[in-house]
C-alpha cells in the first residue's frame, strides 16, 4: 500500500506491506514516526479531528466571532469524522473557557478549546 | 517617539513585537482586527509548530503561545487600528498614520516592521469567463466565513486551484456537510503539500482533477454550474474538452502575494521573484529603519519559519533604533539562476554573523544541488533528494565564509 506520512510537512512517501503472518514492513519513512503512522493506516487511520462549536450570544461577543476552535483531544477513527463533526451542531459553549478546557463532548470523544477567550 | 512599531499582529507582527521588547525598546504594535493572532485566527486546522514547539498545534493555539507572551511585555498594543499611510522623514524617523474608534493615530517611529501578511489571487486574476454571479469566493474567505462565522457557502462546492487553503477548505466544507465535487488544477502537478493532498482529499475520497481548470461560470443571479476544461503543457484550456458541472459554489485558491500596499509610497526597491521587498537576512528593506517579515515579505509554507524570520526582523529593529543613524557598511546581493522560484534573502548584511537562506524550486527536481558561488569559488552546496515547489527549503551559513567584494550566484 503506498501512504503519504501526514505527521509533519515533509510528507514522505510510504510503502507498507503486510505479509500473510500479520507482519507490517514500512520503507521509505524518514523516522520512525513514519512507521507508526503506516501500520496505525492499514489498521485503523486516526486522526485529529478540528472543528469549531457554537458560541452563546454573551460568549460570542466576549471572543469577538461566532463559532470557537476546537480540537479532539485524542484521535478519532478517520472514516468517522464528518459523523463526529456533525454531531457537534447542537452544541453551545456559554462559559469563557481557557486553552485546552473542555469545550463540547459528542459521540464519545472529548473536545478542547483551541484558544483562551 | 516610540523605538519600534509593528504594522500587524498576526504571526509575523507578534514575534517581531516580542522580541523587539525584549531587546529593550519601546514597542507599539496597530492591527486592523478586533483581536490579535491574524490569519492563525481562522486556520483552525492543526499541523502548527511541529519546528517550533515540537508538537502539532492549531492555527489558534499556535497564536495564543505568542499572545500570552506578548501580554506579558510592555507592549503598546491597539486593535481595530488600520494603518493608511507610512512616510519618512528627514531626519531618517518614520510618521505612521492609522484610523482609529478614537479617531485618527499619528506616531512617529525609530524603526517600522511591516509585517502585514498576504492576500489571495482572486478568479478575476485567473481569467474565468461567465456570469457575474454570487457563489464565487476565495478560499480563504471562505474560510473565515466558516470557521469564524459559522456561515456556509453553499452545499455542492468546486474548487479551483490546489493550494494548502484550497485543500484544506476542501475538507472544512466536507467535514460541515457540505458536498465537494472536486478540485481542479490547471498545472499538472498539485500545488499544496503532500500530505495535505492525503489527509484533505484522499481521507474524505475528493477527486483532484490534475490538468484541468475552470472557464466559465454558469448562473442567473446564484452561480449554478461551472464549465471546466483539461488544459494543454502552456496551461491554456482545451476546448473541445469542456464539461459542465453542476455546484452552487465556487472555491478559488489559485495563489498568495505579498500584501506590500502600505510600502508603496516609500523608496522600497521590489523583488520581482518573492513580490515582496527586497530584503537583507534581518528583514530590513531599501528602506533604512524599514523592516518587512512574515508573508508580507514573501509567502511562507510554514508558520514556523514566518515566527523564526520575524524574531529576527524584531531584534535588528530594536537594535536599529538604539544605533540610529549607522547604516548598513557593507552588503552583497544574491543572484539566483536554474530553476529557482525565489531565494531570500537578495541581499546580505556582512555586519552580522550569519544569514538564514529561504527558497523555493520552481519545478518537481530530483537529487538536484543547490550551490552558492562568489567569483567562481564555491562557498556551500547541498544536495537534496527532493525538492518541490509547495515545500521551502532553508539553511544558515556564517558571513564570515563570504567576499564583501562580489556579488553571491545562488543556482539549483
Redesign the interface.
Known sequence: MN?????????C?LTAIKDENGNISVTGNSCPKGIEFATSELEC?M??????V?LSPEMAKR?????L?V?STEKVP?DR??EI??SLASCVVSKPLR?GETAAKASGFIFAA???F | MIDVLVIGGGPGGLAAAVSASKAGASVMLLDREHALGGILKQCIHDGFGLQRFHKQLSGPSYAQAFIDEILLLPVDIRLDCFVFEVSCLEDGSFRVLASSRDGIIDVNALAVVSATGCRERTARQVSIHGDRVSGVFNAGCIQNLVNLHGYMPGQRCAILGSGDIGLIMARRLTLEGAEVVGVFEAKKTPSGLERNIHQCLDDFGIPLHLGCTVTRTIGHRRLEAVEVADTDDAMNPILSTSRIVSVDSLIVSVGLIPEVELLKNLPVKMDSRTHGPVIDQKGMTSVPGLFCCGNSSLVYDLVDYVSLASETAGQSAAKWAKNRGLARKTEIQVHPSGPLLFISPSLIDMDSSSVRFFFRASEELEGRTLTLCQNGHEIFKRTYSVLRPPQMETFEIRTELLDPDHAVEASL
Do not use: D, H, Q
Not at chain 1, 471572543?63 to 463559532?67: K, L, Q, Y
Open positions: 501512504l503519504v506520512c501526514v505527521n509533519c510537512p515533509k510528507g512517501r487511520p486522526r485529529f479531528l478540528t472543528t469549531t457554537a471572543f469577538g466571532f461566532e463559532r476552535p480540537i478517520r469524522m464528518v463533526s456533525l486553552i483551541s484558544c483562551s
